[in-house]
């Protein structure tokens, strides 16, 4: 072998560098993927169809009421509810609270949650499996409960130095239409949202041995902001269970009397926020009155019943040993929990036996409170929790059907009412189809739905349904416009009736 000269070796060491870069971005490329995120914020061109942008990015928003009453107009749905209280129990897993593979929690973990456990039971409470993407780590979570998207692996490192999250958001839709937010618990909601809340007393996760104080920080304003009606949104991250589970992991000493901790809260918050029946009929009572009033004095009157939206949510589990970040089920099988006042579901397994994205949490919320779901947004509406709050809302409202009557027979017909159907759980779907499709055209520039014409054949019901094939880019066209056309004529069916 001849002898290696300085030019061949000078020749290997630039080859080994170029190799070793080359296999370096490879890795960085599909380790961290970059996720290129749409800016701007959804606005009022989210209720028309894609194919019918009548606003454009420059055209400016209106003032906080005026938009409000804008996306009510617009969305063709009234709002559920008027204020949420979105309660965030760090590291929690759902199966702690729902059990597992159709079976319920044990004996020790229902014990230490016996309200809870009594909701999901009575049907008032409806819970999910709400997997979440990795990294399983609270920052990267949160974004994705509140923006819909899923961001990429890099942000484990930006999750101890977070900046505020420029995306379009709820809590940016919700502080658009003039909400009120009260923020109590993990500092990170202020490092994304700086200067959003209205009052905040956030504490820091870097202290993981503090399981007490961390969240008496949180509970020690409850009383006072339950309380309080001058905020929209009350945010509570409780982080000493997942500090626990750093401590001693799932099975330690302290997790019972930590999910008691937690049981009272909700229990405390329920109590406080359910409108009991008796509180109905003083609300009819009071319509009544009202409306002999503006009867004799000619007053008109806007008539909003106050309703809280309570959701339970954690934003990932644990493994055994009390870690998270990685994707195992353990870790992924975060919890979400609607509370309301009445009945959600029939019986215990349709109140626990259920799964959904953490992403879906983002247009679910946003529909339910009136606003645009946030442009990045690929979570799917959870049409179930929708149907359980809109009947649950009607069940409400029952007792004001005589005062509607009177209402539509002495003040005309202009003088509109709501009432919930099937038709506006329909219209919430649509809507968020048509985010998605925002969403995939933009992302994939040759998918164009719009100009889209498929060879669309006579079904029975002379519909012109077609059968979908060819490309995947195809297939999704013809789906999105199959779905077009059967809510085209369901509608055109309701009408008719
Ligand atoms: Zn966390």
Not at 15 to 34: D, H, K, R, T, W
Not at 50 to 61: F, I, K, M, R, S
Not at 128 to 145: G, Q
Request: glycine content about 8%; some cysteine; overall charge negative.
């Amino acid at each position: 072998m001849p002898p290696l000269t300085c030019s061949g070796l000078t020749t290997c060491s630039i080859a080994a560098v170029i190799v070793q870069m080359v296999g370096v971005s490879l890795f960085m490329l599909g380790f961290f993927p970059v996720k290129p995120t749409l800016s701007g914020v959804s606005g009022p061109e989210s209720f028309r169809p894609p194919d019918h942008e009548v606003y454009n990015l420059t055209t400016p928003l209106p003032p906080p009421t005026h938009l409000k009453s804008l996306y009510q107009e617009l969305s063709e749905i009234p709002p559920s509810f008027d204020r949420l209280i979105l309660m965030v129990i760090d590291g929690l897993p759902a199966e702690f609270v729902l059990g597992k593979d159709g079976q319920p929690p044990s004996k020790a973990l229902t014990d230490a949650m016996p309200y809870t456990q009594s909701l999901l039971k009575n049907g008032m409470a409806i819970g999910y499996h709400a997997k979440a993407a990795p990294p399983t780590v609270t920052m990267p979570r949160l974004k994705a409960m509140v923006s819909g998207a899923i961001g990429g692996f890099l942000d484990v490192a930006f999750n101890f130095n977070t900046q505020a999250l420029l995306d379009d958001n709820l809590l940016g839709q919700f502080f658009s239409i003039g909400w009120k937010m009260v923020m109590l618990g993990d500092e990170t909601w202020l490092k994304l949202f700086p200067g959003l809340f209205t009052r905040h007393d956030g504490v820091s996760s870097f202290y993981v041995k503090d399981t007490v104080q961390v969240d008496q920080n949180v509970s020690r304003h409850l009383g006072y902001e339950l309380n309080r009606d001058d905020w929209d949104l009350l945010i509570l991250h409780y982080l000493g269970l997942d500090h626990v589970g750093h401590i001693g992991g799932r099975n330690s000493v302290l997790m019972t009397p930590k999910l008691m901790e937690m049981d009272e809260v909700v229990k405390m918050i329920h109590l406080n926020t359910i409108v009991p029946q008796d509180d109905i009929k003083r609300q009819t009572l009071l319509v009544g009155a009202i409306l002999i009033s503006s009867l004799l004095f000619g007053l008109s009157f806007v008539f909003t019943p106050q309703t809280c939206a309570y959701v339970v949510v954690s934003d990932h589990g644990m493994t055994d040993n009390g870690n998270h970040g990685g994707s195992s089920y353990e870790e992924t099988d975060s919890l979400v929990l609607f509370i309301g006042p009445t009945k959600y579901a029939s019986d215990y397994a349709s109140a626990t036996h259920n799964t959904a994205y953490q992403v879906d949490i983002a247009p679910t919320l946003a529909l339910l409170f009136g606003v645009p779901i946030p442009k990045n947004n690929v979570g799917v509406l959870i049409a179930e929790i929708f149907t359980s709050l809109t009947e649950d809302k009607n069940q409400i409202k029952k007792p004001n059907v005589i005062v509607v009557f009177i209402v539509q027979n002495c003040l005309g017909p202009n003088f509109t009412t709501t009432t919930i159907s099937n038709d506006q759980q329909l219209r919430a779907l649509e809507l968020n189809s048509w985010q998605l499709l925002r969403l995939l055209e933009a992302q994939l520039p040759g998918l164009s739905c719009r100009s889209f014409n498929s060879d669309g054949f006579s079904d029975d019901q002379g519909l012109g349904i077609s059968k979908c094939s060819g490309s995947m880019d195809e297939m999704f066209c013809c789906l999105y416009r199959n779905a077009k056309l059967l809510h085209s004529s369901w509608k055109l069916k309701t009408v008719s009736r």
